[in-house]
């Protein structure tokens, strides 16, 4: 999802050297796949949106492949790209990289100050050393090095699988497949009651596009809106853009989760970096692509 969004906001600015490799073509995890890469291709800059990503069921039963696939892919990019000479890196990570009792917004300062959600530490403890390792290469050799936490994604290409798929595009199809099953009732997990933040995927690329043509001046920034809602407000607002007029029960014997998370953007937006797309609005174009792509949707995700 994030790099495909990236690739079409540089194509839509005019760049048209850009080099892509799916993992069956280059396996990151592959150290000197990676460094013959670097050396046959020689890009000027890199930017990492390869991760082996997945919910709370998959880092639980898999904590060894989240914690070290996600360490040699972006190992591999790091450390063959500052050994290739590269000055320009954009490592991509997570809001789960910040302590679990964090104060709210997050603000990149509170990084390693308290313990990690311990559903998914394996991954975030991954992407805490990738913004590590680009802090030292900036530190020790100068180089623009820099990494951009974004907050809850959606758009195009996004996971609509219902068992590992996040919050907005599992309602999303819950609520299409309610409404084409004559509006049936639509269960929810949870209250409704937590507050969340989601920023649409190509405003996410047109800030690492942002970041790709200005030098950063710090090593660490949030990328979200900065604005919040109840994920019952977020599953009304999907209800009307679907066009699902059943019926929404809330199963509250279901976990609710964190109480609130929410990114301080204010670094981001002090650079002139803001978001454009409204979480409707994006809604609206991420349900367009689902409708036009649901036969691949299914065919591949499910
Ligand atoms: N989705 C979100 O809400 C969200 C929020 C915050 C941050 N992020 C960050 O954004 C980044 C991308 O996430 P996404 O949502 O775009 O996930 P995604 O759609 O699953 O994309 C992950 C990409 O990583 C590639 N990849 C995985 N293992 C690889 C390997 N061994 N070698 C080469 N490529 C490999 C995959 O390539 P193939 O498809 O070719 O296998 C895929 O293109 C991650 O770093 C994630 O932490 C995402």
């Known amino acids: 999802m994030v790099g495909s969004a990236i690739w079409r906001a540089l194509e839509n600015k005019g760049y048209c050297n850009l080099i892509g490799k799916t993992s069956s073509e280059l396996d990151l995890r592959n150290q000197q796949a990676v460094l013959d890469f670097y050396n046959q291709e020689q890009p000027e800059v890199v930017i990492d949106a390869a991760a082996k990503v997945g919910g709370i069921l998959a880092n ?16 591999n990019l790091i450390d063959g790209a500052h050994k290739a000479g ?11 990289i910040y302590p679990k009792f964090a104060a709210q917004p997050l603000k990149e300062e509170y990084l390693l100050t308290d313990s990690l959600e311990p559903t998914n530490e394996w991954y975030a403890i991954a992407k805490i050393t990738g913004v ?3 802090q030292a290469i900036r530190n020790q050799y100068n180089k623009e090095y820099v990494s951009l936490m974004p907050t809850n994604l959606y758009g195009s290409f996004d996971n609509f699988d219902l068992q590992s798929s996040h919050v907005l595009p599992a309602m999303l199809r819950k609520f299409h497949e309610g409404k084409i099953n004559n509006h049936s009732d639509v269960t929810l997990w949870g209250s409704g009651a ?3 933040e989601f920023l649409f ?5 047109e800030a690492v596009v942002f970041g790709l043509e200005n030098k950063l001046p710090d090593y660490l920034y949030n990328v979200g809106t900065g604005l919040d809602l109840t994920i019952k407000e977020l599953a009304e607002t999907i209800q009307g853009v679907v066009g699902h007029t ?6 509250s014997s279901k ?22 797309i409204n979480l409707e609005e994006g809604i609206k174009k ?10 691949e949707i299914k065919e591949v995700k499910l």
């Not at 890196?89 to 809001?95: A, Q, V």
């Open 286 to 295: 991420t349900y367009t692509w689902f409708l036009e792509n649901i036969k």
């Open 60 to 75: 639980k039963d898999f904590p060894y492949q989240f914690l070290m696939e996600n360490m040699q892919i972006q190992n």
């Open 194 to 196: 937590p507050m969340r």
């Open 246 to 251: 059943g019926e929404l029960i809330w199963d």
């Open 201 to 205: 995927v190509d405003d996410l690329a």
């Open 132 to 134: 590590k390792a680009c």
């Open 86 to 96: 590269i000055e320009k890196f954009i490592f991509l990570g997570s809001s789960c």
């Open 255 to 276: 976990p609710d989760g964190t109480p609130r998370k929410l990114m301080d953007i204010s670094k981001m937006h002090a650079l002139g970096w803001k978001h454009k």
